[in-house]
């Protein structure tokens, strides 16, 4: 999930059935140690929502983990504008 977005969305798409619980842990950690609130809720609202429906939990996980990256990214391209 430290890829480009598309990457790591692609990697939760395509990923085992049974790895949803290992990346649902992955997809919270990730964004509560962002410390951004929005990324949190975002992930949480797509993690409840794969729990809710689960036929379509990997569309759920793959939105979040793009974000995700998405955020990585961003926040290490601003760190590194402001160096």
Do not use: M, N
């Not at 790591?8 to 290992?22: H, Y």
């Not at 950690?29 to 729990?51: G, R």
């Amino acid at each position: 999930l430290d890829r480009d977005p598309q990457t790591a969305a692609a990697a939760v798409w395509f990923a085992a059935p049974g790895d949803g619980p290992a990346i649902d842990r992955e997809l919270a950690t990730s964004a509560l140690t962002a410390h951004d609130a929005h990324l949190v809720k975002y992930t949480f609202a797509c993690l409840e929502a794969a729990t809710t429906d689960p036929a379509a939990g990997h569309l759920y996980r793959a939105a979040a983990a793009s974000l995700g990256a998405w955020w990585a990214w961003a926040g290490d391209r601003d760190d590194a504008l402001a160096a």
